[in-house]
């Protein structure tokens, strides 16, 4: 039987650092001085909440709980606010691949550092277009989260792209499935890149550049994304 090997890898202190947050204006890190982020949801809701009501489901909750806001506009705002505090403070993430062998399933849990208070947001820009209402917030990156930025997207950890897809008929709360599978595609991309052996378990951080892109298309949801991943601690066999 395989010997199992365990090491951490600290590419970057933990990341419970003192962050002061001032609101305020265009990101993407190391653009300077700001991030800018959009967040969507339609005018006309085409499928109604209780559509599929009784059906049993075993997915995960969504990552984004747009249940917080009654209209169309707040549920935007918070898709928006989300991708900011992914952008600003990222995730902590675990995932354990699933075996047949062992009958397993897969674990990915992710978890937000952080949320930044809606007093330091500005919306710098609102519409509609297509029965879609977009709302665009700004951030001003203060000095001391610049130099977190820039510690983070220096400890040797490349920006990733990665995809993911969920079914379309779940509505417009099924985005946020394709999202969180592009987020645990990002993982195992950098995973393949930087590990020899299958991991049997991997926690680490992800921080997330801009505003994920989404479309639709033969029936499916479709996120593309940018990234960073930091590994923590992975567990392999040897």
């Not at 926690?203 to 997330?208: A, H, V």
Request: net charge negative; aromatic share 12%; charged share 25%.
């Amino acid at each position: 039987m395989k010997n199992m090997k365990r090491y951490g890898i600290t590419a970057i202190p933990v990341l419970s650092l003192l962050i002061l947050f001032y609101a305020g204006p265009q990101p993407s890190h190391g653009e300077e001085d700001r991030i800018v982020i959009f967040g969507e949801y339609p005018v006309v809701i085409e499928i109604e909440e209780d559509a599929f009501e009784g059906e049993e489901s075993d997915a995960v909750p969504s990552l984004i709980d747009y249940s917080g806001g009654s209209v169309y506009s707040e549920k935007a705002l918070i898709e928006a606010v989300h991708f900011l505090n992914a952008n600003v403070y990222g995730y902590t993430f675990l995932y354990k691949p699933g075996s047949t062998l062992m009958k397993t399933q897969e674990v990915f849990e992710l978890d937000l550092r952080g949320e930044i208070g809606i007093e330091n947001l500005s919306v710098i820009g609102e519409g509609v277009r297509n029965n879609i209402y977009r709302v665009k917030l700004e951030f001003m990156i203060s000095p001391s989260l610049s130099k977190w930025l820039n510690v983070f997207q220096s400890a040797n950890i490349r920006l990733t792209e990665s995809e993911g897809n969920s079914e379309f008929y779940t509505g417009w709360e099924g985005r946020s499935d394709a999202y969180r599978e592009a987020l645990r595609n990002l993982v195992l991309i950098s995973a393949r890149r930087k590990l020899s052996s299958k991991p049997m378990m991997i926690k680490g951080d992800i921080l997330l550049k801009g505003t994920p892109q989404f479309s639709v298309g033969a029936g499916r949801h479709y996120c593309k994304l940018k990234g960073y991943v930091n590994f923590v601690e992975v567990v392999t066999y040897d």
